[in-house]
């Protein structure tokens, strides 16, 4: 095989790549951890922040972190990507119910289209 013609050894793998490569149309340097609590939420819509950190293996800390960069106001000042939104659990100050936005849904929408290998 000549590694020039680029040719394609797994659609699936590519179809991955195509996924990552959608994440960098919104944000050229999103870290793979915003990325995973992205698709944790598209696909447990909507969740506990609680979830996320037993389910991921993440802090609290880095939960937080994660979905301010995907909610509406990243951190230091800085807007966020609005593809989900954070609300205090009534139940439990300290957990925060996680929704994706109408954006949110799009974007997992054209990311099942990729997957489906449309």
Same mark, same amino acid.
Request: glycine fraction near 4%.
């Given at each position: 095989?000549?590694? @020039?013609?680029?040719?394609?050894? &797994?659609?699936?793998?590519?179809?991955?790549?195509?996924?990552?490569?959608?994440? *960098?149309? !919104? /944000?050229?340097?999103? =870290?793979?951890?915003?990325?995973?609590?992205?698709?944790?939420?598209?696909?447990?819509? =909507?969740?506990?922040?609680?979830? %996320?950190?037993?389910? !991921?293996? @993440?802090?609290?800390?880095?939960? +937080?972190? $994660?979905?301010?960069?995907? +909610? &509406?106001?990243?951190? @230091?000042?800085?807007?966020? %990507? $609005?593809?989900?939104?954070?609300?205090?659990?009534? +139940? $439990?100050?300290? *957990?925060?119910?996680? +929704?994706?936005?109408?954006?949110?849904?799009?974007?997992?929408?054209? !990311?099942?289209?990729?997957? /489906?290998? $449309?």
């Amino acid at each position: 095989m000549d590694p @020039l013609k680029r040719q394609v050894t &797994d659609d699936s793998v590519v179809r991955l790549v195509d996924i990552l490569q959608e994440f *960098r149309k !919104l /944000d050229y340097e999103m =870290p793979a951890q915003v990325i995973l609590c992205f698709v944790f939420v598209a696909s447990h819509n =909507p969740c506990h922040s609680e979830v %996320l950190c037993h389910e !991921l293996g @993440l802090t609290r800390a880095a939960v +937080s972190r $994660n979905t301010d960069w995907l +909610s &509406d106001k990243h951190r @230091l000042g800085k807007p966020g %990507l $609005n593809l989900i939104t954070k609300e205090v659990d009534v +139940s $439990n100050r300290r *957990r925060m119910i996680l +929704s994706l936005t109408d954006k949110g849904k799009i974007i997992a929408k054209d !990311l099942r289209k990729i997957l /489906d290998g $449309n």
